[in-house]
């Protein structure tokens, strides 16, 4: 989840819009992906359990 605006990447879905592919595990994005929603960093996001 993002720390800055709440946004939930979803490993299922990926972030297909911005070059992440269905079904890519969060270890898998790299680091210079951001967020789709506010632009922040792999870093600012924070794994929780849903």
Do not use: S
């Not at 709440?6 to 879905?13: L, P, Q, S």
């Not at 210079?32 to 794994?47: H, I, L, Q, S, V």
């Amino acid at each position: 989840m993002c720390l800055i605006c709440g946004w939930i990447y979803d490993e299922a879905a990926g972030d297909p819009d911005h070059g992440i592919p269905p079904g890519t595990t969060w270890a898998q994005v790299p680091m210079n992906w951001t967020c789709p929603e506010c632009g922040a960093r792999k870093e600012d996001f924070e794994m929780v359990q849903i």
